[in-house]
């Protein structure tokens, strides 16, 4: 079984560098990496035609919230340097300020997020509400997930089959968590990403446990390479 690392973002700055914030100076030294030493990056709606991954590097590049600072910054080095990302995008907040992280860092608009190129970006759910799935009961789950499929139709926008969830967070009581995941399954989900900073391996044994790995924007191109290569650091 291959390692895959799926590396987790948020907001990009042109100067300031901390907690989710990451600057696109050192965004750039992170994706050059990358790029010179082989990793084939993938988009979720490719890695089901895989039973094994063709390569020896690979990496999953994921952006929460969809932030305008990511059509800004994260889009024109991930061309540059040719790599895919998956953009996760809280549809209630499409053309809003996001009401959870600063209040203030806009978030991209239905026809911005048509304009991207399909084969650089592929854009997935981050639920409706932005709401921590854990306190929410499975009826309010389903109601979020019908008023996202809604905005989605209602916007002509095509979603990739994944959904992170809001803080990485899901229901762990064995009862609720199965019923969890049936209706991820039930209305077409493939992948659920919760967060956990460890390296997967593909095929993934439990799709709807996908673990991401943190990238914070203080952490030095050192630490960067220790957390692609091994993940949650001791």
Do not use: C
């Amino acid at each position: 079984m291959a390692k895959l690392p799926i590396l987790m973002y948020h907001n990009v700055s042109e100067t300031e560098s901390n907690g989710l914030t990451i600057s696109v100076t050192k965004l750039e030294e992170q994706f050059k990496f990358l790029a010179d030493r082989n990793f084939r990056s993938y988009h979720f709606s490719e890695l089901h035609n895989y039973a094994e991954l063709p390569s020896k590097k690979n990496v999953v590049i994921t952006f929460d919230d969809g932030f305008v600072s990511q059509l800004e910054f994260a889009v024109p080095l991930l061309k540059k340097y040719g790599l895919k990302a998956t953009f996760f995008i809280p549809l209630k907040y499409l053309g809003k300020n996001d009401a959870w992280h600063t209040k203030s860092l806009p978030i991209m608009t239905a026809e911005i997020l048509k304009t991207l190129d399909r084969s650089v970006i592929e854009i997935a759910y981050h639920s409706y509400l932005h709401k921590k799935y854990n306190e929410l009961e499975i009826s309010e789950i389903a109601e979020d997930t019908r008023l996202s499929f809604q905005a989605v139709e209602k916007n002509e926008l095509s979603f990739a089959p994944a959904l992170a969830y809001p803080y990485g967070k899901f229901p762990k009581e064995k009862f609720t968590k199965q019923k969890f995941i049936n209706h991820l399954k039930d209305e077409g989900f493939e992948f659920g990403l919760r967060i956990g900073n460890r390296v997967n391996k593909f095929p993934f044994k439990n799709p709807f446990e996908i673990q991401r790995i943190e990238i914070k924007g203080e952490y030095s191109f050192s630490k960067f390479k220790r957390k692609l290569r091994w993940g949650k650091l001791i």
